[in-house]
């Protein structure tokens, strides 16, 4: 088998945060599976997991898994970006252990105590901080990732500092300090619910459709320039403008979270027409991989990490992009807001735009961290069936999301007189559940057999040599 070495040493340590992404991946995913039963069978799992701690810990996971993804990615990345070891590999140990404890701890909590006894104990009475979507952590927990963000930050920063700068590195340190800074947005919980869930819009969005955008370009281009070697140059360009008009339509984006929530009125027009220019930096995004793989100068014996950094591009355009614009206009929102719509929408832009790019920096950068210029032909195939797998599987479920979003609004929404409650919708819905469940179990198919494929041995299909290896190294 084809050897390789790593061009930094300390780069080694993103593997133990790749191993713990894909771990917590695969646990949310069982969580995402047993809510979808829920839906179903009422009483699926309870007293003893009940809806209400099944799905904090899927949304918790989401998040926690995709932050240990991208402080691997930045492990990886940065030290071969600046051209220097990592500034303090045993800090970035250490603080892996403590958010992977951390994060533990905070799940067996959710999973545990009843929620309003897991407050009481941690202190909320003291800074109000809990239950809020996306953010129920307990104040100890939510003291704990600014802290392990700050040493991260601090030792990613240290090290792009004594180093070469790129244009990969520093959109990738800019989306990095985004995502930190905005999370402390979360520790302000004032009691005017206007203002409140304002507050909570600048971490929720201005994350998914801000700087979790800027990591996604950063990686992206990364893994382009590794299994294309088209010229940096060429992708800086591209990666400029996409970030940009990311950055323009994320911002102002935000009103068509603003619709009707007190907000004043203007939003209904800022929201809407900035919105409906976000799927342009993701559609450039699309344009951008493909044009970079037709312009490739090599053909990298990696093609299953390149499989998923096209296929990122192309599922994140319409997640985000398609998905996003089918409601989020503000007289189309009035009725889709808070239905089975944002669930598709939500569904596929997190998949294609996050939990894509990061399998694609880590089917490239495994098989390096394991010694190896890619996995063996036979490895990548079982990889990339895993990538269809997965896709379709999740293509399945946001349909199914969608024509129940759809009923569900027909039902229960649009009616002037006479609409259906709630409960009596949710009952015309089963059908699309249970599709949404068959999705939901090619789902989990499709990651046993990603994960399947790292032990998967045998000889790479093309194993670059002398020089040729050199350039695969050091593109």
């Not at 780069?11 to 809510?35: D, H, N």
């Not at 800074?127 to 963000?149: D, N």
């Not at 102002?252 to 409906?276: D, E, K, N, Q, R």
Request: with cysteine; proline share 4%.
């Amino acid at each position: 088998m084809s050897s390789t070495r790593l061009p930094y040493a300390s780069q080694s340590v993103s593997k133990y945060y790749f191993i713990a992404a894909l771990a917590l991946f695969t646990t949310q995913i069982v969580f995402g599976l047993a809510l979808g039963l829920q839906y179903l069978l009422g009483d699926f799992l309870f007293p003893y997991i009940p809806f209400n701690q099944a799905r904090m810990v899927h949304t918790n996971l989401l998040i926690v898994w995709l932050l240990f993804g991208f402080q691997g990615a930045a492990y990886y990345m940065v030290p071969e970006e600046s051209e220097t070891e990592l500034y303090s590999p045993k800090l970035a140990i250490a603080l892996f252990w403590i958010f992977l404890v951390a994060g533990a701890l905070t799940i067996v909590g959710y999973l545990a105590v009843p929620y309003a006894k897991l407050a009481e104990l941690t202190g909320n009475d003291i800074l109000q901080t809990m239950g809020r979507e996306f953010l129920e952590q307990p104040l100890p927990t939510k003291l704990g990732i600014v802290a392990v963000m700050l040493g991260f930050l601090f030792n990613i920063s240290m090290t792009v500092l004594k180093g070469r700068k790129t244009s990969i590195s520093l959109v990738l340190m800019i989306g990095l300090w985004g995502l930190a800074l905005l999370f402390l947005f979360s520790f302000v919980n004032p009691h005017n619910l206007v203002r409140d869930k304002m507050y909570w819009w600048f971490v929720v969005h201005l994350w998914v459709e801000g700087t979790w955008e800027l990591i996604m370009g950063a990686l992206l281009a990364f893994v382009l320039i590794k299994t294309t070697g088209v010229d940096r140059e060429v992708i800086d360009k591209w990666l400029y403008v996409i970030i940009a008009m990311a950055l323009i339509t994320g911002i102002l984006g935000t009103g068509h979270h603003f619709f009707f929530i007190g907000m004043p009125g203007y939003w209904l027009w800022v929201g809407s027409i900035f919105s409906a220019m976000e799927p342009i930096p993701f559609f450039m995004m699309t344009v951008f991989a493909f044009n970079m793989v037709q312009r490739r100068r090599r053909e990298h014996p990696n093609q299953a990490a390149l499989l998923w950094a096209v296929g990122c591009s192309v599922v994140a355009f319409l997640g985000a992009g398609v998905w996003g614009f089918i409601h989020t206009l503000s007289p189309v929102n009035y009725y889709t807001h808070g239905s089975q719509v944002t669930a598709a929408h939500g569904h596929l832009a997190f998949y294609g735009a996050y939990v894509m790019v990061v399998l694609a920096i880590i089917s490239y950068a495994m098989p390096i961290l394991r010694g190896r210029v890619a996995n063996s032909q036979k490895a990548q195939n079982v990889e990339m069936w895993s990538f269809w797998m997965m896709t379709v599987g999740m293509v399945v479920m946001v349909l199914a999301l969608t024509g129940a979003g759809i009923l569900q609004i027909w039902l229960q929404r649009m009616p002037t007189s006479g609409a259906m409650s709630f409960m009596d919708t949710q009952d015309q819905l089963r059908f699309f559940y249970w599709i949404r469940v068959g999705g939901g179990v090619g789902f989990l198919i499709g990651l046993m057999t990603y994960l399947s494929s790292f032990f998967i041995g045998g000889v790479p299909r093309e194993v670059p040599t002398g020089a040729a290896a050199l350039r695969v190294r050091n593109a």
